[in-house]
Nanobody, 124 residues
Framework: VQLLESGGGWVQAGGSLRLSCTAS????????MGWFRQTPGKEREFVAG????????DYTDSVKGRFTISRNSDKNTVYLQMNRLKPEDTAVYYC??????????????????WGQGTQVTVSS
């Protein structure tokens, strides 16, 4: 499974960005998916996760009410709508997919596939 992210960029605080992640290859094995972010010197942090059917989501506390994760009907594309962005949201954002698990997965160690990352920069 290959994951390709897009949609990162630069935005002023209070603005919005929408990240997309499209899975290709053996997509039938990609079940739960998630978004993580990482800044230099820090561990990769869970941002949002979604289950296979798209009916259950989870978020880290700092983005609740501002970010929304969703997936399209063919289950191969996952989105992260980011509103009211803050400078502390600046990071490289990664899409991830896990095989054989249908529920939301929070731990990065349980994910099997990762995208290359897309930079999000929020200026104050």
């Amino acid at each position: 499974v290959q994951l390709l992210e897009s949609g990162g960029g630069w935005v002023q605080a209070g603005g919005s960005l929408r990240l997309s992640c499209t899975a290709s290859g053996r997509t039938g094995s990609a079940n739960a998916m998630g978004w993580f972010r990482q800044t230099p010197g820090k561990e990769r942090e869970f941002v949002a996760g979604i289950n296979w059917s798209g009916t259950t989501t989870d978020y880290t506390d700092s983005v609740k009410g501002r970010f929304t994760i969703s997936r399209n009907s063919d289950k191969n594309t996952v989105y992260l709508q980011m509103n009211r962005l803050k400078p502390e949201d600046t990071a490289v954002y990664y899409c991830a997919a896990v095989t054989g698990i249908y529920a939301v997965v929070v731990s990065p160690s349980r994910y099997d596939y990762w995208g290359q990352g897309t930079q999000v920069t929020v200026s104050s």
